[in-house]
């Protein structure tokens, strides 16, 4: 029976996210044809790309549902409940909160470029977000995403620049594993120090972060094209561009390289020994040691994996968006990641759906903006109302777990006369 009823739900799931991606991948090209859409625009043209990428987006939803069950609903619960709350606050400011949001909720499909913008912003924060999600599941608070963009876009354009003349099918691995190898690396650096020498991962990272974006804006400086306005390198050779597959919206080939990221965590976290190790030792240390884990070896392992995703965020907003190295790549983009982890609960499988709303609420912020004349600060007031909402539901069960844990326990009462324990004296 359970069989029967996951096999209808997974059809369902699929017959779901085809109607959504169906539904977007229209509405983004009707705003392209000022004419309307006709049968052959549905065989041509960008819309099979779109409906590709829309279909990612799609399965994202439904792999959220899968993942989270239940919890799916009191997320949903909790976004609608912070919008109410941004429309409230948008009344009392005595704006037009209809038009305000018509634009944040349709902004990001409402033209091409801005889809496109959704899109590469999602791909970023569910890289991030996945980065996050190993530390944390070791129960480990690293914030050393932001330096490891940096270095790993630094990596993936060293290679982009000085080594030419390769074709696209090297070039472009070459560079990407250059940035994955850059962030692994400076995520082992706290991972050692954390792990050999006690040193707090939170203040580590935060240190090192400032560090290597220090470094990149160094070697920028060194590298930088001369008598130009804005500090920037030249641009990449095409063989080290990723190839778009929606032209006019910047959208790349990197959303195929973050599905697979997004499946290749989950199997490390469910299906192989590091894996099994990380989750032993985020629930319990102690006892992770004493069942025969190397601790020291698992918490720098997964701080170093952790920096190859991050590393990878930062060589695809290079190679794929930029096209060069410049200044302000990132934005405090690993920030946002912390904030996605958080709300998929550190559920690989559950991340890229709250990646793609934290990244269509950042671009309907700025078509608000630009549209409706009304700060973007609005969307921080909603994310922040969002976070507190899923964390109050997070206490909320742990509560509900120490209460249940306590009620199975038996509580001996200490009789003052025999100086032992009720329990100990009725058992015969």
């Not at 707090?200 to 160094?218: D, H, K, Q, R, W």
């Not at 500090?231 to 080939?253: D, H, K, R, Y």
Request: charged fraction near 10%; hydrophobic fraction near 55%; glycine fraction near 10%.
């Amino acid at each position: 029976m359970n069989r029967r009823w996951r096999l209808l739900w997974v059809v369902i799931g699929g017959f779901g996210s085809l109607v959504l991606a169906l539904l977007i991948s229209v509405q983004v090209v009707a705003t392209t044809l000022p004419n309307g859409i006709t049968s052959n625009d549905l065989t041509s043209g960008p819309f099979i790309p779109i409906l590709i990428v829309n279909l990612l987006v799609g399965l994202s939803a439904v792999l959220f549902v899968i993942e989270t069950g239940w919890g799916a609903l009191r997320a949903l619960f909790s976004v609608v409940a912070a919008l109410l709350i941004g429309f409230v606050f948008l009344l009392i400011l005595n704006t037009d909160p209809v038009n305000a949001y018509a634009n944040l909720l349709g902004g990001p499909l409402s033209l091409l470029n801005r889809w496109g913008n959704w899109i590469n912003d999602a791909l970023a924060l569910t890289l991030l977000g996945l980065a996050i999600t190993l530390v944390f599941r070791a129960q480990l608070f690293s914030l050393g995403a932001e330096g490891q963009i940096y270095l790993g876009a630094l990596a993936a354009g060293a290679v982009a620049l000085y080594i030419p003349g390769l074709p696209a099918a090297i070039h472009i691995p070459l560079a990407l594993a250059a940035g994955c190898a850059a962030g692994f690396l400076w995520g082992l650096l706290p991972g050692v120090l954390r792990a050999y020498m006690g040193a707090n991962e939170l203040v580590s990272t935060l240190m090192l972060n400032p560090i290597g974006i220090a470094f990149y804006e160094l070697c920028l400086q060194a590298i930088r094209v001369p008598l130009t306005g804005s500090v920037v390198t030249a641009e990449f050779p095409t063989s080290a561009q990723l190839p778009q597959i929606v032209n006019g919206a910047s959208v790349t080939v990197a959303v195929f390289y973050a599905a697979v990221a997004v499946i290749v965590t989950w199997l490390i976290m469910q299906r192989t020994p590091l894996g099994y190790e990380i989750r032993m030792i985020g629930a319990n240390m102690r006892f992770a040691r004493y069942g025969g884990i190397n601790t020291r070896r698992t918490i720098v392992l997964s701080m170093a994996v952790s920096g190859i995703f991050a590393g990878l965020a930062g060589s695809a907003l290079v190679m794929g968006i930029h096209h060069r190295l410049r200044l302000g790549i990132s934005s405090g983009l690993a920030f946002d990641g912390i904030v996605v982890a958080l709300l998929a609960r550190n559920k690989p499988l559950a991340v890229p759906a709250m990646a793609l709303l934290y990244a269509y609420l950042r671009t309907g912020a700025d078509v608000m903006q630009s549209q409706a004349k009304i700060s973007s600060d609005i969307v921080r007031v909603i994310e922040a109302v969002i976070i507190l909402l899923v964390t109050a539901d997070a206490l909320v069960d742990f509560l509900k777990v120490i209460r249940r844990r306590n009620s199975n326990e038996p509580q001996p009462s200490v009789s003052l006369e025999m100086g032992t324990n009720s329990t100990e004296a009725n058992t015969p």
